[in-house]
């Protein structure tokens, strides 16, 4: 006998469904920042019973270590997630769930970790650890809103094609404007060939991040060829109507593929920052916790 289904079932779905689509500031309904924000509301509470008799709270004081201790941890379980975030098929909690709390625990570590050096800086490496995980925390914010934003913006501007499918695609439009440059003479044959053999797609850091190429010979081949379309006998419209067309063409495809690989630069260069400073803020906490114990 078939199971019937269950009466939640939709509602389940749906449920899921939301889950989904909801971005990480929103998943499960803010779950996350209501916890930063009871953490945050703790330590300030704490720091401010501190101050009742007088006393001027800094790191050395009982309520500095507890602010401490909890603020190392935090340091601690952030990195962890730059691990858990790569075992896909581990078990436990989804990636979406450590990134929500990953976002918003590592913000409410910036009050957590200044309460804790009670606003007393020097040049020393307690202050160097804590420079080090704002720069972090900063990097995190700005990575944050380059991974909401430049996802989206990836999949508009493929219009369903991936960078190698534009590829082969400019690679046959190339092919298709040397047979129609063929009965055109010998000037536009060879803008045709040296947009086929020059254009470059990426290149150095700079073509890489304005997502262009201020030297396209491709570009130039469409502007010669124009040029060049008005002040030829018009027998050959029709040929250059084509080759112009199918350069149109390829000069599209061409934005298209720059746009993608600076969309993709964008999270590379992001991690390229993050990642180094994480691990610079974890070797300066290891110094700034071996200090403490010594000098206790």
Same mark, same amino acid.
């Given at each position: 006998?078939?199971?019937?289904?269950?009466?939640?079932?939709?509602?389940?779905? /749906?449920?899921?469904?939301?889950?989904?689509?909801?971005?990480?500031?929103?998943?499960?309904?803010?779950?996350?920042?209501?916890?930063?924000?009871?953490?945050?509301?703790?330590?300030?509470?704490?720091?401010?019973?501190?101050?009742?008799?007088?006393?001027?709270?800094?790191?050395?004081?009982?309520?500095?270590?507890?602010?401490?201790?909890?603020?190392?941890?935090?340091?601690?379980?952030?990195?962890?997630?730059?691990?858990?975030? #790569? #075992?896909?098929?581990?078990?436990?909690?989804?990636?979406?769930?450590?990134?929500?709390?990953?976002?918003?625990?590592?913000?409410?570590?910036?009050?957590?970790?200044?309460?804790?050096?009670?606003?007393?800086?020097?040049?020393?490496?307690?202050? @160097?650890?804590?420079a080090l995980m704002m720069f972090v925390i900063f990097s995190g914010v700005i990575g944050l809103f380059v991974y909401m934003r430049v996802p989206g913006l990836m999949t508009q501007n493929r219009r369903g094609m991936t960078l190698e499918q534009?590829?082969?695609?400019?690679?046959?439009?190339?092919?298709? $404007?040397?047979?129609?440059?063929?009965?055109?003479?010998?000037?536009? /044959?060879?803008? @045709?060939?040296?947009?086929?053999? #020059?254009?470059?797609?990426?290149?150095?850091?700079?073509?890489?991040?304005?997502?262009?190429?201020? /030297? $396209?010979?491709?570009?130039?081949?469409?502007?010669?060829?124009?040029?060049?379309?008005?002040?030829?006998?018009?027998?050959?419209?029709?040929?250059?109507?084509?080759?112009?067309?199918?350069?149109? #063409?390829?000069?599209?495809?061409?934005?298209?593929?720059?746009?993608?690989?600076?969309?993709?630069?964008?999270?590379?260069?992001?991690?390229?920052?993050? @990642?180094?400073?994480?691990?610079?803020?974890?070797?300066?906490?290891?110094?700034?916790?071996?200090?403490?114990?010594?000098?206790?």
């Amino acid at each position: 006998m078939a199971k019937s289904p269950s009466p939640n079932a939709p509602r389940d779905r /749906n449920q899921a469904e939301d889950q989904k689509h909801q971005s990480i500031l929103e998943y499960k309904k803010f779950h996350y920042l209501k916890w930063a924000i009871w953490t945050v509301a703790v330590a300030v509470m704490t720091y401010a019973v501190s101050t009742l008799n007088g006393g001027v709270p800094d790191g050395g004081t009982p309520i500095g270590y507890a602010l401490g201790v909890i603020g190392a941890l935090l340091i601690v379980w952030l990195m962890w997630f730059g691990i858990r975030k #790569r #075992r896909y098929g581990g078990t436990g909690a989804p990636v979406e769930d450590w990134l929500s709390a990953h976002v918003y625990l590592g913000i409410a570590l910036i009050a957590v970790a200044t309460l804790h050096t009670g606003f007393q800086f020097g040049w020393n490496v307690h202050t @160097v650890a804590y420079a080090l995980m704002m720069f972090v925390i900063f990097s995190g914010v700005i990575g944050l809103f380059v991974y909401m934003r430049v996802p989206g913006l990836m999949t508009q501007n493929r219009r369903g094609m991936t960078l190698e499918q534009m590829m082969r695609e400019i690679s046959s439009l190339d092919a298709e $404007c040397r047979a129609a440059a063929l009965p055109l003479g010998d000037e536009v /044959n060879q803008l @045709v060939l040296e947009s086929a053999e #020059r254009t470059r797609i990426g290149g150095g850091i700079r073509n890489m991040l304005l997502g262009g190429d201020p /030297n $396209c010979p491709t570009e130039k081949a469409s502007k010669q060829v124009q040029y060049l379309a008005s002040h030829t006998s018009t027998d050959q419209d029709e040929g250059f109507r084509a080759l112009l067309g199918l350069l149109a #063409r390829k000069l599209d495809l061409l934005a298209r593929a720059r746009k993608d690989v600076r969309y993709k630069s964008l999270l590379d260069i992001w991690l390229y920052f993050h @990642v180094p400073l994480s691990f610079a803020l974890i070797g300066a906490l290891v110094a700034h916790v071996v200090s403490v114990f010594i000098y206790w």
